[in-house]
C-alpha cells in the first residue's frame, strides 16, 4: 500500500508570491489533516478535512485554506506569502476511524525569500 | 490552557543503556495521547497511542509508555536503546473525534556507540 505523498518536496517563493501545496493520502484513507513544523513553534495543527469538509481548523491567518477533493487528495494554499511561513509542512492521512491512526507524510519544505 | 510539555531538549544515552522520555500535558477534556518519531527528511510515525485502559501500553520498536493521570504525565520508555533509535521523539494529546493534536516541541536523542 503506497503511503501519504506530498508535492513538491521542496519549494522556494518570494514575498507576497502564493503558493499550493499537494498530498494525496493512502488509498481509502478519508481524513486529511496538516500541520507546520518550525524550529521555534515546533507542530502546530492546521486543519483538517475529512469527506471534502473541514472538520477542524487550528489557529492560522485567513492566508491559510485548503480544501479536499472527491478522492481524498487535498491541497493547502498560503497566499501573501511571509518570511515566517517558511517551514516544513506535513501531512497527515487517515482512515477517519475511532483508532486514530494517522500516517504522515515526509513534507513540503517550503523557503520564502 | 491546552499544552504539551516536553523538558528535555535534547538527550543522549549510550547503546544498550535505558531511556526515558519526559512529557506533560495539560489538556481538558479526556486526553488521548500519543507519542511520535521523527527521523531526518522524514514524516513522523507513531510508537504508540493511549486512550483509556490498561495505562502501560506497549508501542513499535521496543517503545512503551506509561499514562499517569495524577501527575498529567506520558512518559516513553525504552530499556535498550539501539543506535537506529536517535531521532527527535513528540508528545501529542488530542480528544476523541478529532485530530487537532497538540504537539510538544520533541526531544532529539543522540545515541553513543
Known amino acids: 500500500k503506497a503511503g501519504v505523498t506530498q508535492t513538491p518536496r521542496y519549494l522556494i517563493k518570494t514575498r507576497g508570491q502564493q503558493v499550493t501545496l499537494s498530498c494525496s493520502p493512502i488509498?481509502?484513507?478519508?481524513?486529511v489533516s496538516w500541520y507546520q513544523q518550525t524550529p521555534g513553534q515546533g507542530l502546530q495543527f492546521l486543519f483538517e478535512y475529512f469527506s471534502e469538509t473541514q472538520r477542524n481548523k487550528g489557529n492560522f491567518p485567513g492566508r491559510f485554506s485548503g480544501r479536499q477533493f472527491s478522492n481524498s487528495r487535498s491541497e493547502m494554499n498560503v497566499s501573501t506569502l511571509e518570511l515566517g511561513d517558511s517551514a516544513l509542512y506535513l501531512c497527515a492521512s487517515s482512515s477517519g476511524a475511532e483508532n486514530h491512526e494517522q500516517y504522515f507524510g515526509p513534507g513540503t519544505r517550503l523557503t520564502v525569500t | 490552557a491546552q499544552s504539551v510539555t516536553q523538558p528535555d531538549i535534547h538527550i543522549t544515552v549510550s547503546e544498550g543503556a535505558s531511556l526515558e522520555l519526559r512529557c506533560n500535558y495539560s489538556?481538558?477534556?479526556?486526553?488521548?495521547l500519543f507519542w511520535y518519531v521523527q527521523s531526518p527528511g522524514q514524516g513522523l510515525q507513531l510508537l504508540l497511542k493511549y486512550f483509556s485502559g490498561d495505562t502501560l501500553v506497549q508501542g513499535i520498536k521496543g517503545f512503551e509508555a506509561e499514562f499517569k493521570r495524577s501527575q498529567s504525565s506520558f512518559n516513553l520508555r525504552k530499556p535498550s536503546v539501539h543506535w537506529s533509535d536517535a531521532a527527535e521523539y513528540f508528545c501529542?494529546?488530542?480528544?476523541?473525534?478529532?485530530?487537532?493534536?497538540?504537539f510538544g516541541t520533541g526531544t532529539r536523542l543522540k545515541v553513543l556507540a
Open positions: 501529542a494529546v488530542g480528544a476523541a473525534g478529532t485530530y487537532k493534536y497538540i
Open positions: 488509498s481509502g484513507h478519508r481524513s
Open positions: 489538556y481538558g477534556a479526556t486526553p488521548y
